[in-house]
């Protein structure tokens, strides 16, 4: 098991950045692959991005990709998403998770055995 923390969420305005970070602790960190999803109100949550335990392999969610970058410092058992040109649509609650399954199945939501507590990205208009 690993232990998840996630932060860096906030209020920012349409075309403005952010940048999450999720602090893990466990043996085994570098061996996840680690993955972002979000959550908006009344909605499913959805994947956004993941990332393998090397950092060699991304995948992004097409509503994202272009503007958000996951990358990961197993040094620092840390994984980040940066955000940019953030939209009013990408607001919701964005959790880590950790993957100990293959790479098929990074988008999965049920393949996660270990989640943060979620921080809040609210983007105005």
């Known amino acids: 098991q690993v232990h998840l923390v996630d932060s860096g969420g906030g209020l920012v305005q349409a075309g403005g950045s952010l940048r999450l970070s999720c602090a893990a602790s466990?043996?085994?960190?570098?061996?996840?692959?680690m993955g972002w999803f979000r959550q908006a109100p009344g909605k499913e949550r959805e994947f956004v991005a993941a990332?393998?335990?090397?950092?060699?392999?991304?995948d992004y969610a097409d509503s994202v990709k272009g503007r958000f970058t996951i990358s990961r410092d197993n040094a620092k058992n840390t994984v980040y998403l940066q955000m940019n040109s953030l939209k009013p649509e990408d607001t919701a609650v964005y959790y880590c998770?950790?993957?100990?399954?293959?790479?098929?199945?990074?988008?999965?939501?049920?393949?996660?055995?270990?989640w943060g507590q979620g921080t809040q990205v609210t983007v105005s208009s």
């Open positions: 998770a950790a993957c100990s399954r293959a790479w098929s199945a990074r988008q999965l939501l049920n393949a996660y055995g270990d």
């Open positions: 466990g043996r085994t960190f570098s061996m996840y692959i």
């Open positions: 990332i393998d335990w090397s950092g060699g392999k991304q």
